[in-house]
């Protein structure tokens, strides 16, 4: 998720920002200080360090 709201997944990291896809086939590019861990990816990674 990105500091204003908008969900979507990640297709494309690159140095300063991430492509993220927020509907099929709609693609936009994102500041990485703009965008937040999913709670998924957080309990996800808290299963990993147990």
């Not at 300063?16 to 990485?32: C, L």
């Amino acid at each position: 998720m990105t500091a204003g709201g908008i969900h979507g997944e990640i297709v494309s990291v690159k140095d300063t920002y991430f492509i993220v896809e927020i509907a099929p086939s709609v693609k936009i590019r994102v500041d990485k200080g703009s965008v937040y861990p999913s709670n998924e990816n957080i309990e996800g990674q808290a299963n990993l360090n147990r």
